[in-house]
């Protein structure tokens, strides 16, 4: 397995109940996982713990063999290789674009930097953008850029918070579509969480549904898809 | 085990700066209190007996009556501004903050120059008009004389704490009460005056602890309080262990203070703008009502601003060719070395301590903050006493390693200027420090948390990216604490090393020697920084958006 979650336990500082309760999780490479859930289930918990903004209660994560954390180990979130898009954004204001992308290339020579600036821009169509600071951009380009920056230093790992949670309707499905592309195109396990039904059908390979803090079901949509090519009749099920 | 685990995110140079930051900032503090219970002082029993209680007397009537005034002055004004329009309103909206540009001790000067027999008032009355008054009418160097002066240059705290309340939160309520039949009186006293309560206690507890701390207009009012006996106690008496146990004492009083604001203000806080805040629509006030308001807001304004400016600038004239010469070069070039290092020093730590604090919610970075926020409250002549304690201890210590390196084995340290230095950021770090934690929390955790993903560690992280988006912040902590030091007193008179003189100690000196207009030239410097300073942050804050 390439991501291994067990028995996570969290709670936040000043709350007596656990916000996140023995979540167990396995997710093989390259796959593209959906956590879907409420507001206030502990679906964007489950992130921060991941790429170690958090540190859990109990409970281990182990990242292709190494482990991230357990009862006597913590990697620092910088230290992880991990991707992550935030809900809005957090692109830094004082930075253009390019400079956005280039902060996370760290022991790269200049012209690599460059290269890989111009190669993560062509992913996401956006090469013409490169000198522009943030606020001059939509906030679809804006999102682009976002991935575009996670992408950039060649995570292990890709997380991305309510992705779409910022957007219109009518672009949240352009965007959607996009945002599959790319992530196929590389290649990467991501995980994102969401709480529209819709954007995990849309995206995800699998979705996890999360209630009180505990992945309650999960079950691979792709046999779903499978058999919905050979009847199209067949509705997608409920998850919940 | 979790805290071993954890260790690796708390172990950084961060949290070991802030905890050292804070010990140096406690020792002071600490010294004096357990100094109280052990040490015995030769004429404590003298001054409890004899002194004390006119101390006690005296503080709590400035107390009572200058917080008292201010709430009626600073509240009406703010009210006045934020809800209604008159003529010259905009100009009024700050106009009304000037005050504070003038520190109390020349204030307080400047009015007994203007009201003494030699003074503009009675020339005038005795040249022009042949007529003689009677002294006692004229003397403002008594204990209301005081309560005037702190009233009317301290109120502008209670009235911009308060204004920022009135017009970005009040507008809803204000609004349905008018349309519910409410008459304007009703309105400010039964709506107004109760949701404000957190932010006049705000206002009225920073005015009280100025007065605690003041030492100059007491003492030229010969109004004895704390500050005064502190100082006579050490300097007159030369019994620090007294000055240890009165300055002791005093922060017990500022303890109760704040506990009192702490239970008077409940539990609302008045910075607390979640909702969105619409801005409160004035009235246009007509006729006579229109120039009763714009009448108020000008004698405040003339008598908290204009009259002593005016009468400061009429003697620097009288006495510049006096004044002006490089000995007074030196005084400004003192001043701007020890407000321009001290605060730098003060955007420095309150940037590790703020940075810390917003990094890690624990225990300690709470209370890391709190007593950032202590000196603040602990008047001057008490920290010169404990700072001083603590750095002649020290000099001690390093007795021995004086000698071994060659020097002179004297009092280094303790007589240096790094010891004032210290005191000024013990005493102001709070005003750096909550310029810059606003900042911080305007842009949340969500950059640093990006920046960290994308692969740098805190440090790295620190100087890429947060201390670039506080930049705003930085620099008007930095003002803010740069005013503050260049204004600063009593710390000055008892810490500066022999022949150290700054603005502030030659004019408050130039008065004390009965040389009043001596002492306007060095006074309208600070004035006119202080003001501009003051205008400055005043159009800045207008416009940032909310």
């Known amino acids: 397995m390439f991501i291994q979650i067990k028995d996570l336990c969290f709670c936040y500082g000043n709350t007596k109940n656990n916000t996140i309760q023995n979540f167990n999780l396995e997710i093989e490479q390259g796959e593209i996982i959906s956590i879907l859930g409420e507001s206030g289930s502990g679906k964007s918990t489950v992130l921060r713990l991941l790429c170690g903004l958090e540190t859990p209660r109990q409970g281990s994560i182990t990242i292709n063999g190494e482990v991230m954390t357990d009862h006597r180990r913590f990697v620092l979130p910088e230290k992880r290789g991990i991707g992550m898009v935030f809900q809005d954004y957090a692109l830094f204001p004082h930075m253009t674009v390019a400079e956005n992308i280039q902060f996370g290339l760290k022991g790269y020579s200049r012209r690599a930097k460059k290269q890989r600036v111009q190669e993560v821009l062509e992913l996401i169509n956006m090469t013409s953008y490169a000198k522009r ?3 001059e951009l939509s906030g679809g ?100 | 085990m979790k805290l071993l685990r954890k260790l690796p995110g708390y172990l950084n140079i961060w949290s070991v700066l802030s905890l050292i930051i804070v010990i140096l900032i406690l020792m002071p503090n600490l010294t004096i209190l357990v100094n109280f219970f052990t ?110 002066i702190f009233t009317i240059f301290l109120f502008p705290y209670v009235y911009t704490i308060t204004r920022a309340f009135l017009s970005n939160q009040s507008a809803s309520l204000v609004e349905n009460a008018r349309l519910l039949g409410r008459n304007p009186w009703e309105v400010f006293f039964k709506i107004v005056l109760p949701i404000s309560r957190g932010a006049i206690v705000g206002g009225v507890s920073l005015v009280l602890l100025e007065v605690l701390n003041d030492y100059g207009v007491v003492q030229f009012f010969g109004v004895p309080t704390f500050s005064t006996a502190i100082f006579q106690t050490w300097f007159g008496m030369n019994d620090l262990n007294s000055a240890i146990k009165l300055s002791a004492t005093l922060m017990f009083i500022v303890f109760s203070i704040l506990i009192l604001e702490k239970i008077l203000r409940g539990r609302k806080k008045y910075s607390n703008t979640t909702a969105k805040a619409r801005p409160l629509t004035p009235i246009r006030l007509q006729g006579i009502q229109a120039w009763v308001a714009f009448s ?124 004032l230095i210290s005191a000024y950021v013990i005493r102001f770090l709070a005003i750096g420090y909550n310029s810059i934690e606003s900042g911080f929390d ?47 007193l009593p710390l000055t008179l008892i810490l500066r090393p022999f022949n150290f003189d700054t603005l502030s100690t030659k004019a408050f000196q130039y008065a004390g020697d009965e040389q009043i207009h001596e002492a306007s030239l060095a006074s309208i410097i600070i004035v006119i920084i202080c003001g501009i300073a003051i205008y400055i942050f005043h159009q800045v804050l207008e416009k940032e958006p909310k």
Request: glycine residues 4%; proline residues 4%.
């Open chain 2, 39 to 148: 040490q015995k002082a030769e004429n404590w029993g003298h001054i409890q007996e004899f002194i004390l209680p006119d101390l006690i007397k005296n503080t709590s009537l400035l107390i009572v009556f200058t917080g008292f005034l201010t709430v009626m002055i600073g509240t009406s004004l703010a009210w006045l501004v934020s809800a209604y329009d008159f003529p010259m309103k905009a100009f009024f909206k700050w106009a009304l903050i000037l005050p504070l540009a003038i520190p109390p001790y020349i204030a307080g000067y400047t009015y007994n120059g203007i009201m003494n027999y030699t003074g503009v008032i009675q020339t005038t009355l005795r040249n022009r008009w042949d007529v003689t008054v009677d002294q006692k009418y004229f003397d403002i160097l008594t204990l209301p004389g005081a309560v005037f």
């Open chain 1, 141 to 240: 380009q804006q999102q682009r850029i976002a991935l575009a920056r996670a992408l950039a230093p060649k995570p292990s790992l890709l997380l991305l918070d309510e992705p779409f949670s910022n957007l219109d309707a009518d672009l949240q499905i352009k965007i959607r579509s996009e945002l599959k592309d790319i992530i196929k195109k590389t290649g990467i396990t991501s995980i994102f969480v969401t709480h529209d039904r819709e954007d995990s059908k849309a995206i995800a390979d699998r979705i996890i549904t999360m209630r009180d803090g505990a992945a309650y079901d999960w079950e691979s949509i792709c046999t779903i898809r499978e058999e919905q090519q050979k009847r199209p009749d067949l509705e997608l099920v409920d998850m919940k």
């Open chain 2, 296 to 419: 108020y807001c000008l004698v405040i304004f003339l008598l908290g601003f204009m009259i002593p400016f005016v009468q400061l600038v009429d003697w620097m004239f009288l006495t510049f060719h006096k004044i002006a010469s490089p000995e007074f070069k030196s005084l400004i070039w003192n001043s701007l070395l020890v407000s321009f290092v001290g605060a730098a020093m003060i955007v420095v730590f309150a940037v590790i301590i703020a940075n810390f604090s917003r990094m890690h919610q624990s225990i300690l970075s709470k209370s890391a903050a709190r007593v950032t926020i202590l000196g603040y409250s602990i008047p001057g002549a008490v920290i010169a006493v404990g700072i001083s304690t603590v750095f002649i201890q020290i000099d001690n210590y390093l007795f021995s390693f004086y000698e071994t390196i060659g020097m002179e084995p004297t009092l280094f340290l303790s007589t240096s200027l790094f010891m």
């Open chain 2, 442 to 488: 305007k842009i949340g955790n969500k950059y640093t948390e990006a920046s960290r993903m994308l692969g740098m560690n805190l440090t790295k992280t620190f100087f890429k990216v947060d201390l670039r988006m506080i930049k705003g912040p930085l620099i008007s902590g930095f003002i803010l604490a740069f005013i503050e030091i260049l204004k600063e």
């Open chain 1, 133 to 135: 600071y943030p606020h």
